[in-house]
Every structure is written in structure tokens, then in C-alpha cells.
């Protein structure tokens, strides 16, 4: 944890703004330092207080989104990659995954779900049909597919606030489909075929060889937001 040390200069003055001189306001009496100015009721008086903070020694870490781009050859690499993945995951957490059909949306929730500590006999399938799978780790998992949805009045209909707001963690197939309504929080990942163009921020990259990879390699790149 960084800390932080905060310098506070204080002056007393009269209320018709008279400096009284030899007396500095006690730190004790600013105890409302978010304000630049406060005053003391019993005594007339009017405390300003300057503010300084002095960086920590050692480099300050850039809030910035962070990504992560991971290649693998085969769906048990993939599997690994979401456990690992969801050993981080915390209440509240909400996973958007975005990808083509085939690309392994499930086959990475189903290691971010075993991450997060379901049972080793459970199953986890894409709820393509049903829309919407529970299930019990350390923590709730609600997996969400949005695929047969056709508008953003439908998805609104389904009232994903409740989930992606509850005590749970989120993972949110086809979540392209409600960006507007993601939360600014939210884990974005992005899966794509071995031979297809890998996308990074605004840029899109073209293969290096013409030669199509192998069709089990996915490249899945992985957008933290800024909190994290």
C-alpha cells in the first residue's frame, strides 16, 4: 500500500481578517481538511488551510487500463488460463467475453469457474438456451449468454443489474452485445482463432505468416480496468 504524508500549514485570523499575530491554529482544531477554509464557531475566528502531499519514495504506479494478451495451443491451456484467472476474482467482479462462435467462451469459463472453487464433478455448459446458469464456489458464479437475444430491450428485460450488482461474480458470453450497459469495472476479454487478426486496443494487427495456425491456438486478450 502507497502512503502518502500529507503537510498541512495553518494561519488564526480575526473575523475582520486581522492577522493575530504569535498564534497558529492547532492541527487539532482542522480536523476538516477536504475544505480550504473552515470556521471556528466559538471563537469567530477563520482557520485556512494549506495542503501539500509528498510522493512516497519509490516509483508511483500509472493508473491505466492494463492488458494482457496470452496465446494457447489446445482447450486444456485455455481451461488453465480462466482457473488462474478466476483464483483473482472477488464478489462483484463481472467478466465480459467477447468472441465468434467455436472461439472457447465456455471452455474458458469453464476454468474461471473451476478457479473460483466448484465442485470437480460439476459441468459447466453455455446457457444458450436458459440464458442464465448458477453455480456454487467460494463465491456464486451467474453465467450469462446472451446469444439468442436480439436487441438491448431484451437483454433489459433479463434485469443482469441484480447479478451484476449481487454477491456473486458475473461471466457474460456474446457481452458485446450490452456494452453501453457493462460496468466500468468489468474484466473484458477478447478471444480470437489461431489465423484470424489479433485486435490490440485500436490497432488490428495482420498475421506475420500466411500460414493458418493450428485451429485449436486462440489468442485471448485479457483488459483489467483501472481499479484493479
Same mark, same amino acid.
Given at each position: 500500500?502507497?502512503?502518502?504524508? %500529507?503537510?498541512? /500549514? #495553518? =494561519?488564526? &485570523? +480575526? !473575523?475582520? $481578517?486581522?492577522? *493575530? @499575530? ?24 477563520? %482557520?485556512?488551510? /494549506? #495542503? =501539500?502531499? &509528498? +510522493? !512516497?519514495? $519509490?516509483?508511483? *504506479? @500509472? ?27 472477488? /464478489? ?6 467477447? $468472441? ?129
Amino acid at each position: 500500500m502507497c502512503r502518502w504524508r %500529507v503537510n498541512i /500549514q #495553518t =494561519s488564526l &485570523t +480575526e !473575523p475582520q $481578517g486581522k492577522l *493575530k @499575530k504569535g498564534k497558529l491554529a492547532s492541527t487539532h482544531y482542522a480536523k476538516a481538511v477536504a475544505r480550504n477554509e473552515v470556521e471556528c464557531g466559538y471563537t469567530g475566528r477563520h %482557520v485556512s488551510i /494549506q #495542503t =501539500s502531499l &509528498t +510522493e !512516497p519514495q $519509490g516509483k508511483l *504506479k @500509472k493508473m491505466d487500463n492494463r492488458n494482457e494478451t496470452f496465446k494457447t495451443e489446445n482447450p486444456a491451456e485455455t481451461q488453465a488460463l480462466g482457473e488462474r484467472l478466476g483464483k483473482t476474482l472477488k /464478489q462483484g467482479d463481472v467478466i465480459a467475453l467477447i $468472441g465468434d462462435l467455436g472461439t472457447g467462451k465456455t471452455c474458458l469459463t469453464q476454468g474461471i469457474a473451476r478457479g473460483v472453487g466448484i465442485a470437480p464433478d460439476e459441468v459447466v455448459n453455455s446457457p444458450s438456451y436458459i440464458l442464465i446458469n448458477e453455480y456454487n464456489g467460494a463465491l456464486p458464479i451467474y453465467h450469462i449468454d446472451l446469444y439468442r437475444l436480439e436487441n438491448s430491450a431484451e437483454i433489459a428485460e433479463l434485469g443482469l443489474s441484480e447479478y451484476m450488482e449481487g454477491d456473486g461474480i458475473c461471466i457474460i458470453e456474446w457481452a458485446e452485445r450490452m456494452t453501453d450497459a457493462l460496468p466500468a469495472t468489468c474484466i473484458q476479454i477478447r478471444i480470437t482463432l489461431g489465423d484470424a487478426n489479433v485486435s490490440h486496443g485500436s490497432e488490428t494487427r495482420e498475421p506475420i505468416s500466411q500460414i493458418p495456425e493450428d485451429e485449436n491456438i486462440r489468442h485471448i486478450e485479457i483488459q483489467y480496468p483501472i481499479s484493479r
